[in-house]
């Protein structure tokens, strides 16, 4: 009774609890939307649509690098409840993020006339999926904040949310006929309106009188760290690009759902490092241990990997049929599923050293090679691709390197 008293009150389990079950949700809301379109639109136009997703994973680096300094500068305001800087830093972030999307955003329109011709995609829809720009700059500022204050249920809600009305609005929109253009126009529409509910959960910040606080630019003085994040996600996302670029369109289809499947392992310890890193980062600023928390993450992301790549080794046509809502048009890739379940995993240990190093401020300039890994997986994506196993193999060949490379960096 007593241990299980203990369990009750960790942060990190609680947090952790929260963020699995919230960001669990949301995951199966998304997935639902991916097989609904897979089930839909076919391996072809399913295959753009990953592609376009790939790039929509792109754009949301800035949010994960963005959520990640603005948690840390908000969980130091937290321990004094200095709700007046809090909102100084969220005014002038958003101020400032919304220069930046229009910005790149202009860049963006040129970039995607060269990847249509490349890509035999649309344009028009290559552009029309940059418009994700504007939500990113944003809502990265709003959910960082909830991060930060460790309000990890408002943050795990405003997840369902976002997920639950691209479901809806995406599939209804393909219905009408609208395809891969009614699909993305889901994912816009559910991210607008996420964000919009993310501004009720802050109502205390927004109300209070705002306290000009000196701080140093948050983003340069965190390169590294920008960095190191930053590197991950391009990790899982520059593979079904590349597939696009050296595959037939039904295979890019089948790859592309097949790897989606095996980043639900990374999905859900993406949970764990949320939660993990505002108490880490609080507990250090306050002087105390934080290594118990990066010890629980790391057994924790263990456990979700077993299991997953347990299933995915047993009945990896089952799971794939199944998830395919009983199609039979994505089989021909069941065989890279262990293979790019065990490279998520290597991701998902990859990114809580890479988490726990920020929160701790150990992150230095050696964080900045990270960038290295993800020129070494197009490298590698490019030479090998006679099959989807060997293609599948140099991905988990490099996630692999950036493993050992992190764990270098913690040893030493």
């Known amino acids: 009774m007593l241990k299980i008293s203990r369990i009750k009150k960790d942060e990190l389990i609680k947090g952790g609890f929260i963020l699995l079950i919230t960001i669990g949700i949301f995951n199966i809301l998304n997935y639902i939307f991916q097989m609904s379109m897979a089930k839909i639109l076919g391996p ?30 908000i969980s130091k305001f ?52 940059g418009l994700y720009i504007f939500y990113v700059f944003s ?66 910040i927004i109300k209070s009188g705002e306290k000009s606080s000196n701080f140093s630019n948050p983003y340069l003085g965190n390169l590294p760290a920008i960095t190191a994040v930053s590197s991950i996600v391009l990790m899982y996302s520059v593979d079904v690009i590349m597939a696009k670029f050296l595959f037939p369109a039904v295979i890019v289809g089948q790859y592309a759902f097949v790897s989606l499947i095996g980043k639900t392992i990374l999905f859900s310890s993406l949970a764990v490092g949320r939660a993990m890193f505002p108490l880490s980062s609080e507990n250090h600023n306050k002087g105390k241990p934080t290594i118990h928390l990066y010890k629980k993450s790391i057994v924790i992301v263990f456990l979700i990997s077993i299991i997953a790549l347990t299933a995915f080794l047993l009945a990896p046509k089952e799971i794939i049929k199944i998830l395919s809502l009983g199609s039979e048009d994505y089989l021909g890739a069941s065989n890279i599923l262990f293979i790019m379940g065990l490279a998520f995993s290597f991701m998902s240990f990859s990114n809580i050293i890479i988490m726990y190093n920020l929160s701790t401020y150990k992150t230095k300039k050696s964080a900045l090679y990270y960038t290295g890994f993800i020129f070494l997986e197009i490298i590698l994506l490019a030479i090998f691709h006679a099959n989807l196993i060997e293609f599948s193999l140099a991905t988990l060949s490099v996630s692999i390197i950036m493993f050992l490379y992190s764990l270098f960096l913690v040893k030493r």
């Open 78 to 129: 937290s321990i004094k409840k200095e709700y007046g800087k809090m909102k100084y830093l969220m005014n002038k972030s958003l101020k400032k993020g919304l220069f930046i999307a229009v910005i790149a955003f202009l860049i963006y329109i040129p970039i995607a006339y060269i990847f249509s011709l490349y890509l035999k995609i649309n344009v028009s829809l290559i552009i029309f999926s």
């Open 44 to 73: 072809a136009d399913y295959g753009v649509l990953a592609v376009l997703m790939s790039f929509i994973y792109i754009m949301t680096i800035p949010s994960e690098a963005i959520q990640t300094v603005i948690s840390r500068y």
């Open 139 to 204: 809502i990265s500022i709003i959910r960082g904040i909830l991060q930060g204050r460790k309000e990890f249920f408002s943050l795990g809600s405003n997840l369902v949310i976002e997920s639950f009305i691209k479901l809806i609005s995406g599939v209804f929109l393909v219905i009408l006929g609208l395809k891969v253009y009614g699909a993305v126009g889901g994912v816009l529409l559910g991210g607008f309106l996420a964000l919009i509910f993310a501004f009720n959960s802050i109502k205390k």
